[in-house]
């Protein structure tokens, strides 16, 4: 039977910018950047076919405003202007097929993978049950992928966190602002910052990951100041026109947690400073995965009274997630007036096409996410994500689609050691790639002790080599430069330097050494060429 979504097509003015409908994708983490926290295509091909299915618009989940900040492997990054050339791309092809593109940014604080994990204080995380459901989604799990989920939930139960000084804090709000000041220039639409699932302002909000004695700490006005003076700080930094979201938790569903009553007044104060949206959540890691929790977030629509509750309290627009499997159940949330929008993560994830089949009739054919938690495990996992509902051929293309990403061709290494046939290499690199897409290049020196090159002479040789790509046609922000020392040998350093920034093509020189020279140390190129794996290598003579 046709049905009619009358609301669910309904427009909506954010701030300034026109939603065409009341579908948005609510952010998931995919794991689908490139290892060096740059955009994919894998990503811009999801990204696209997501916006093309007809929501009106899409939250980029999780990029990472600090290296200190960042969850995964494979996490997207906005934490240089390095990274604003592939946001660009991502930000357009969205928009491309008339999509809103937000980006949410992110500090992960304790959860974080970094040598420097910050927290508002050093709490551990060992009173964490993960229950029932843990031990049954790790038994799907082969051994090998059950020990590096083991290993990684250790490891974040047994680290140490350093305590964030007053220095640090003024950095990290410093970060997200100058991060969503990038997302700006790379054309988002909006930005979203990433307020829930227990990342570093729900640390700060929650009494019990929050010790501090100081002015951030006690009382909830203090709780609040950490994400108050962060909206702030990106504000002062995007204007005030450019709409600043804010993926918001209403209950961390913990005994002594962040709870309903605090987050209705924490609302009050976000929706004051001029914030676009709230997206609504609830849990977080440490209580997702509570077989009760579990119980609750089975049910359709679990997170509809919680929108409700906070929409009572403020005029912002609010964005209700959680298992809304179908267009009724999101129609009925907007008729009854519990939320502005619907977010959808997994549906639209298990099928982009959810909104265009919804508003065509074609409900019946969308594909429901059978809620069974493999894009879950393989957040926790750290591999990218798939969806156990897809069909076959998707599944299969995806999933090459992933391998390759691990070789990356358009990622470029070109080794520079002032050498003829170095200086030579670059300028074929420039001609081949000038027209290539998404190319990224690092200049890599190494320096030894028993030929030290001058930094000033490294400087001008690097110089001069990226100006001659740039006046190649290859973007200045595509070009990297990177010296490193040398430690055991060169050959070996470059290979480390090879596996390390997994680079799927090396451009090196011959030096001009005699033959018998060759034979008696051997070169470094063909050592290059003998051990590099998993990559192409161009030797210039
Ligand atoms: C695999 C996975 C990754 C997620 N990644 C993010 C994220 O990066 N940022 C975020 O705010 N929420 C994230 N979420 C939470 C979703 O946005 C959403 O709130 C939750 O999945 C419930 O909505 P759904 O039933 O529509 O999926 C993620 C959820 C899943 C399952």
Redesign the pocket.
Known sequence: MKRSFDRLCQSLLITSVRLKNRITM????TGYANQDGTVSDLMLKHYHEVAAGGAAMIVV??ASVDPRGTLASHNLRVDHDRFIHGLSRLARTIKSVGAVAVL?I?HGGRFARSEDQIAPSVVSMSSISYGGFYKSALKSLNFQQQMEVLSETLQHRSQRCREMTRKDIRQTHQAYATAAARAQTAGFNMVEI?G??GYLPVQFLSSRTNRRTDGYGGDLANRMRFALELVQAVRQKVGDKFPVGY?FLTDEWLPNGFHLEEAQEFARHLANRNIAYL?I?AGTYESFFNPDIIMKTQQPAY?ADLARKIKKVVTVPVIC????LSPSIAENILRKKQADLI?????LFTDPQWPTKAFNGKQESILK?QDCQI??Q??LADRP?ICSQWDKIKLVKRKMHIKSMNRQQNKILLVMDGSDNAALGAAYAGKILAHRKNVSITLLHIQTDDAPTSVREINRMMDVTRSLLINAGLPADAIEIEVRKKTIGIARDILTAITEGRYGTVVIGRRGLSRAQQFLFGSVSHKVVQNAKNCTVWVVD
């Open positions: 609510a952010p998931l983490f989940a999780n949410q992110n990433h829930a699932t993926r997206s959540t997170m997630t959680g298992k809304i977010g959808l993560a997994r549906p996410c894009c879950m393989m957040v994500v």
